[in-house]
Structure formats: C-alpha cells, structure tokens
DNA sequence: GTCTATAAATCGATAGAC
DNA sequence: GTCTATCGATTTATAGAC
C-alpha cells in the first residue's frame, strides 16, 4: 500500500516490494501470481481500511453530522502525506482509471454511499447522494491541489470549511 | 498529448507515440532526445491549450461571472472524454507527482490565478484565492468521481451547481 | 532528415536446488 | 516454504546506412 502510495503502480517494481518485504525478488511469486494480484490485493486492504474507519465512527458518533465531520477530521490528519503523495484513494483510483483489467469503483463507491447514508439520515432525504459526490469531491479535488501545489494546508484550509458546512446543514 | 490523457505516463511507450505519428521508433529521438523530453513537451501543450482557452473567453465575455461561467461550460464539455479517461490535467498532475523531474504546478497555478482575478473582479477581494480553488478543486474532483464511477453526468450536474454559485455569488 | 537494426537496461515471471 | 539464478518480453535509447 504505501509503496503504490509514494510511487505509483506503474512506477512500483516486484523488486521494489519484494525489497521492502525483506525477501528475495522470486518469493514474491509464492504469494501472488502476479503483478495484478498484488494490486488487487493493495485495493483489498484499502477496502478493509476504509471499512474499518467507518466503522469505527459509526461506534463512536451517534449523529450523522459528527460523523460526517469525524470522517473530514480523519481525511484532513493525513494532509501532510497527501500533500506529498496525494490521497491515497484518489491517486490509486486514477491509475486504475488507466488500466483495464481491476477497478475502484467499488472503493469509491463505499465512501460515498456511507456519506450519502449521514445525509439521509441528517434530513436530506431528497439530495442526499448529492450531497455526498459533492463532499467526496470536494476533498478529492483539494487533494490533488495540495498535492500538485505541494501545500498541505490547502487540505486543511478545505477540511475546515467542510466542517462548518456540515454544521450549517 | 491524446496518448498520455489516455494510457497514461508510464503505460505510453516510444513505440506507442511513434506509431501514432506515423513514424519508426528511431525517428522520435530526433525531435526528442529522452521521454522526459516528451513529457516536458506535452506539458507545454497543455500550458498553451489552456492560454488560448482562458484567452479565448477573455475576449467573448466582458463580465468576469460571465467568463468563470464560460470556463465550466467549456470544462464540463468535455464531460464524455473526462469519465472515460479521467481529466486531461489532473490525473497528468497526478502522475507527474509520482515522479521526480517535471512538475505541473505552474500548468494548475495558470488555472487557479485566472479564476481568483475573475472573483476578484466580481468584487469578491478578500476570498478570491479561497473561492477559486475551491472551484477548481471541485471540477478535478468531480472529475475523478465521474472517471473511476464511469458516469459522465455526475461532471455536468456538478457544472450546472457550480455554474449557478457564480450566479448567485 | 529518415530509416533499419540493435544495443542496454529493466521488469515481470519461471525453474529448480535446497 | 525459501532461496538463487535466469528466462523472455518490453522499453528506452543509440548506431549507422541511406
């Protein structure tokens, strides 16, 4: 994950993995056939990550509101990273974007149906989904603005102002 | 330029580029001596792509709404290419921000510029900057959701929103 | 300037000993 | 299961004839 963060699939080599796993390049292939079941793999973890982020606000916040904002601080901790690298998700989603074979649709899909759930239940039944393409993308594209602007405070900046959209709804 | 919106940086071979210009492998390196070269030319492209565009509106529309409305419209034209292979100048940001070389933040900085002195002029001095990244950031990560969802509406729906904030602003 | 041919390096993937 | 060694394909880049 962090090694398809920092460079990239494309720019990622069995070697590179296999370096960073403490094993010699052919081990690799004992755990995975090949190239695209390790990418397949990256993208199941993201999916266990993000599963495991929600549902940890969802236990920890009871009003769709503080989870929401819970979701945009989590987002917004990782600013500094994501100004280096860009979002995880996002960066990762363009890729896959540009092959053929595994999609992220579905990785999307998990944040902002989750989003789209805070909103119904916020109150706004009727332009709750989007609502939550709107959020999704706002932080997506301050994402990439901080990341190809290199300024981590454009996220937060963004986040901030996210927040208090939320508290206003 | 078509190539690398479409198959990316890293998954653009020389044979690839060589082949679209209708020309053997060998000959690429006479107009370019290393794929850095190409890249750094295909980012100029883009810097002067843009230049005419904002240009262009410039020169059509007097009032400076009307000339951020003229932007959307224009970027959310190309709403059918950007969900099947992403926004031509975002997931090129993306990709160059994997690499070490060539960066693209001048090519997002013409973006944002332009659209701050057009807030600036619509007497909205004191949160330009802010409202024109904001702008910008939702139109890349509108982008990216309709890229990686596959829907080209959900970028003209978020155009039209976009376009009637400048309206009521 | 344009072409063919190929070098040089890298990368994904495999074979086979232990 | 783990390792070394290497194959085969791809890709960037160069050499040299015309």
Redesign the interface.
Known sequence: MQLLH???I??TTLADIAHAAHVPPGNVYYYFKTKDDIIGAVIQAHTHDINATLAAIDAQHRTPKARLKALIHELAGQSQTVAR??CPL??L???????TNP???DL??RL?TWAEQQFRDAGHRRDAH?LA??L???????A??A????DPD?LT??AR?LGSRIDKL
Not at 93 to 99: A, D, I, P, S
Not at 136 to 142: F, K, L, P
Not at 147 to 150: E, K, P, R
């Open positions: 920092q460079n990239g494309e720019r690298h860009g996002g960066s989603c363009t890729e896959l974007n540009k092959r999609t992220a649709a999307m899909r902002t989007q393409l709107e999704i993308a706002a932080y997506e594209g301050h990439l603005l990341n190809t602007l290199q454009i900046a963004a102002r």
